[in-house]
Each structure stands twice: as C-alpha cells, then as structure tokens.
C-alpha cells in the first residue's frame, strides 16, 4: 500500500484513482472493525441460520430411521399437512398456548408486586433480593426434582399440609388435569425473581420525585402505582414478557427431568417435548424437524414484532 | 389514612405508616419462605435416611438416628464424574463465547460503519431462537459433516487427555456458538453506555481501531466480563438439551451432570428421594456457590440478557 502514494497526481486529474478508493475502503470503519465481528457472526450464524435452514430442508424430506445424511431428492411440505392434522401436535400447541399465556402473566404480575416491595426501602433488601433470584441460579433438571417432591403423594410437602387441613391427598403430577397447572406453579417459583429483577431496574430508572409529588396531591399509594409507576415500566414489561413467553414455548428440560423419560407427565405434553421425543425415541427425523419450524414459527410471531418495537424506539 | 380529608392527623400517619411497613415485612418473610421451601426442604430430605424421609415432616431438620451421610457419600460417587465433565466443557466454552462475544459487540457498537443495525439485528433475533429449531440437524452436523471428534482424535494421545474429553468438544462449541448472541447483546448494551470521548480521544491520540480496543475498552469492561461470566457458566453448566442431544445417554463416560442426574435414585419399586435430592443438591452447588458470591453479577447479567 506504501506505493499508492506515487499515483496521486494521476488520481487528482481522473477524480479518484482505483487504489486510492480500495484504500480508502480499506481504512473504513466497516473493513477496519470486521476482524471483530466477522468471526464470531460467521460461528453464530452457521449455527443459528445456517441450523435453522438446515432443519427446514430436513422436515421437506420424508427422513426417518437411523442417522444418515439425509437426501434431497423428493422434497415436500408432507411433513407439515402430516403435523397440522396430528392430534398430539394440536394437543401439544394448546398447552403450549395455556403456559405461555398463564405462566407469562402471573410472572409479570407476581414480579411487579415483589419489586414495588422491596423498592419501598426496605431493610436487608440485597439479601431478600438474593434469595428471590435465588431458584434462577439452578438448573431446570435442578428444580424438577425439588418440586417433584414438593408435590409427592404419599410424603411431599404440599400434601403433608394438605393433609394437616384434612384435604387430599393429592396427585399433582399424576392428574393429567392438574399437572400442567402444577408444573407452572413450579415455573412461576422459579421464574417470578427474573421479573421482579427487570422491574427493580425500571422501578429505579423513575425519579422518585414522581412518587413524592403524587403523594403530595394526595394522592393513595395505589393510585400513584396505577396511573404514574407502572405506565413507565412498559419497556421492562415487553422484554421481560418475550423473554418469558419464548420460554413458555421451548420449555423443554424442566418436563423431560420430571420424568427422565422423553413423556413428560400425562397432560403437561408440549410442542418442544413432542418434537425430541418424535426425533430421539422414534427417529422420525423429517417429522420433528417439521414440528420444530413450527415451533420457531411460533416463537418469531413473538420475537418479530419485539425486534420491530426496539427498531422503532431506537433502543437496539 | 383514607378519611383524614383536611384535618392533618400526624400520628393516625405515623400509624399508618407503621402498619403498612409491618405488612410489607409480613408478606416479604412470607415470600422468603416460599422461595426457600423447596430447597430447605431438598437438602433436609439428602440428609435423612429412608425411615426418617417416611416418617418425619420434609422439611424439618434430620432428628437423632434419622441423620445420615449414606446418600450424600452414594450420591457424590455417581454425579461426581458428571460434575467433572460439565466443569471442563462448561469454562472454556464460557471463556471462548465471552471474548468473542466482546469483540463482535466492540465490532458493532464502539466502531461505526453503515448496514451496522442489519448484522446486529441477526445478532439478537439470535438470543430467542428456541434450540428445538436446531438440534435435529445438529447430531448430524457434528457426526456427518464435521466429525471434530474424529478429526482431533490424536489428540487422545496426550497425556491427562482421555479419548471420552474429545467427545465434549462438540458439546463445548456448539454452547460458544449458540451462546454467543447473548454475551453480545450483553456486552453491547454496556458498551453503548460507555463514554464516548473516550473513544474519541483514543482516535485523536492516532490509536488504531485494534489499540483502542485493547488499551481503552478491554480494561474498562473488565466489571462486565464478571458479570457475562457469572451469567454464561450458569447457563452452560446449567443446560440440559444440548447434552441429551449430542451425548444421549448418562451411562456415557463423557456424561454431563443434567444428563446424569434424572436418572438417580430411579427403580420400579419408585423413587428414592434421599437418593435423589443428595444428588440434585450435589450437582447444583458449582452454581449455587457461584450465586451466593456473586448474586449481583448474575442478577445485573439476567436483567439486560434474559433467562
């Protein structure tokens, strides 16, 4: 590059020569900060893009048995008429639905209530806070154990006070009408100090000056949360809630561990345990792979329009 | 309180206030027990023998004979081995995902260039893709078409290197590659509320877009490397669905420790709950040692990133 600078006479009588425009592409920003990025983008995306693609042409395919590559040669959306007509895959999609919807609004609410408590200065608030967020910090396969015997029949706790009050006892986890119900009170548990985490940080985002002038006017505590506080968490509540819902539609490992079978608890069935179970116990590959661009399509429909409102607000 | 109107009572105030702190501190005790149950009741319950599981309430402590260290000590012999194999897939594959992860958010945020929104915008699309949308094709990408396991198996003649270790490369790239969307946006989100004279000035001073990353930006983001790595490890040790994907089964030597643990403690005559909650609580204290020391990092990670 050190000889570019003999040709600058030429370039000034043709405007810009070739190697003075290549340098100074060379000297962008956009070439200079792609040794950065290049790298760990092209990893993210041959993994992220490069498998979704993958997995679509696989559900074209009619793929099943053993793992072999698969061929190409008679692609169909067979797969998918296949799924959308299956009632397990209706079945699992309503479960699906009923978790994303009770499981994302209660965490928001519980959440909400449990950081407008501790945002009232209380004392030894790192600790609460600590032990809150605590069940976050454990894996599903973790968690799935304890609430598994939280919820035993004959000795877990929750019937052991049941029967205290001379009631059940009870088999959450073998009723299929109430072991979703169950497995989502067990989420919400270990759920609920993420949200509560993103609400403290809206919370102290607000000046406190709001709360003081509203309490001035006279206004009730209530009323002050109501029209002034939690109109202003809307950025906290969209993220938390995307995060929860993409949750409440891949939760996966949290089921299989109730059971350490690919069949969750009768009744708790949903799209992601469906899908590895028609891959891993029954190898119909093409199938699964089908169930799971559902799945993904799913998700987007709560990912896209999240992506577009941070577009809008300028805050990507 | 409500019906003060106009006559300014303080002391029905002060009363009031007191009340109402009062049962904020109820129901924030209230909440303490209910978020610690599960887990007092789990370790209590490792610590019991069978009899006393049967006889005593779950979550009282063991009493007189009932105490026992016999699941514990029976636990520790099976996840132990797990343990070990998640720790060495799960710190380098957190170490290698947050350099390039601080890079790439350098790449994007620190160092302006146009169609900049578009590679980031794939960068967080990314963090919500759920892994199911994945895995199918990832067996296969690790068996047929990038067998790395085959590739590096000279390696195996390494001395400490067992030839079961190379089986956990795969496991180990593909949580650097699918957690590196995260720590980026991680990484970007603290980059973004980072002075920008600083950087200004590093131009001025003549710095290249490499110097000004290592002399400035590196040394000011080492808080923040404590916080992805905090979040990071949990994550990765925490997994599960990569593991039953590309190891399978957990009598596998290069088992990880979430694929181990759903089968202890397991037989036809039920479960063994003192068994299995040694277990649980066995393979959990990496990350909940990790929480306890540094529960700010990891909240400050999960409030930005996302579970």
């Known amino acids: 590059m050190g000889t570019n600078e003999t040709t600058g006479p030429s370039a000034t009588e043709e405007g810009v020569g070739w190697q003075t425009k290549f340098r100074y592409v060379l000297n962008s920003d956009f070439v200079r900060s792609a040794p950065f990025w290049a790298v760990p983008f092209a990893i993210m995306a041959v993994a992220v893009y490069g498998g979704i693609g993958y997995n679509f042409a696989i559900s074209l395919t009619d793929n099943n048995g053993t793992i072999e590559p698969a061929s190409f040669s008679n692609l169909d959306f067979e797969m998918y008429v296949q799924a959308l007509s299956d009632p397990n895959v209706i079945q699992a999609a309503t479960h699906n639905l009923i978790l994303l919807v009770s499981f994302t609004a209660i965490c928001l609410v519980f959440g909400l209530f449990l950081a407008i408590m501790l945002d009232r200065q209380i004392r030894y608030k790192e600790t609460v806070q600590m032990i809150y967020l605590l069940p976050m910090s454990l894996s599903f396969v973790v968690t799935a154990q304890l609430w598994l015997w939280m919820y035993d029949t004959d000795s877990g706790i929750i019937n052991e006070l049941l029967g205290l009050l001379s009631l059940g006892p009870i088999d959450f986890i073998g009723n299929p009408e109430i072991a979703l119900w169950a497995i989502i009170f067990a989420l919400i548990w270990q759920f609920s100090g993420y949200t509560m985490v993103v609400y403290l940080a809206g919370l102290q985002s607000i000046p406190s000056s709001q709360f003081e002038a509203g309490m001035i006017d006279g206004a009730r505590t209530l009323r002050i949360y109501l029209r002034v506080i939690i109109p202003q968490l809307k950025a906290s509540s969209v993220s938390a809630a995307v995060v929860l819902m993409v949750f409440a539609l891949k939760a996966f490992t949290f089921l299989y561990a109730m059971t350490g079978r690919y069949f969750p608890p009768q009744g708790t069935d949903i799209l992601a345990t469906l899908m590895v179970r028609e891959a891993w116990q029954y190898n119909n590959w093409a199938y699964s792979a089908a169930i799971a661009t559902l799945l993904l399509l799913m998700a987007l429909g709560v990912i896209a329009p999240y992506l577009y409102y941070q577009y809008r607000e300028g805050s990507l | ?307």
């Open chain 2, 1 to 307: 309180m409500a019906d003060n109107g106009s006559n300014f009572d303080i002391r029905s105030i002060v009363d009031g206030m007191n009340h109402r702190r009062l049962g904020i501190y109820v129901f924030v005790t209230v909440f303490i027990a209910f978020f610690l149950v599960p887990l007092e009741t789990g370790i209590m319950t490792a610590l019991k023998s069978t009899e006393a599981i049967n006889r005593s309430l779950p979550f009282l402590p063991p009493a007189g004979d009932g105490f026992t260290l016999a699941n514990l000590e029976l636990a520790l012999e099976q996840v132990q081995r797990g343990v070990i194999n998640s720790l060495l897939m799960a710190l380098p594959a957190t170490i290698i995902n947050i350099v390039l992860a601080s890079m790439a958010a350098y790449g994007l945020t620190l160092v302006d260039w146009r169609g900049q929104i578009g590679v980031l915008l794939l960068f967080v699309a990314g963090v919500f893709v759920p892994y199911q949308a994945v895995i199918v094709p990832l067996a296969r990408f690790w068996t047929h078409i990038f067998p790395i396991t085959e590739i590096l198996s000279p390696l195996a003649r390494l001395v400490l290197v067992e030839p079961y270790h190379l089986e956990l490369i795969p496991l180990m790239i593909t949580h650097v590659a699918y957690g590196i969307p995260i720590i980026t946006v991680l990484f970007r989100s603290y980059y973004k509320s980072m002075p920008k004279s600083l950087i200004e000035a590093g131009k001025i001073d003549g710095k290249s877009v490499t110097q000004i990353y290592r002399d400035i930006v590196l040394p000011l983001s080492k808080p923040m490397f404590g916080v992805v790595f905090i979040y990071q490890f949990t994550q990765i040790y925490n997994e599960f669905l990569f593991s039953k994907v590309l190891i399978g089964s957990a009598s596998a030597q290069q088992a990880t420790v979430t694929l181990i643990l759903p089968q202890i403690g397991a037989s036809t005559s039920g479960l063994d709950y003192g068994l299995r909650m040694s277990a649980a609580f066995l393979a959990a204290l990496p990350t909940l040692l990790l929480y306890i020391a540094f529960a700010e990092q990891f909240a400050e990670g999960l409030k930005t990133g996302g579970a």
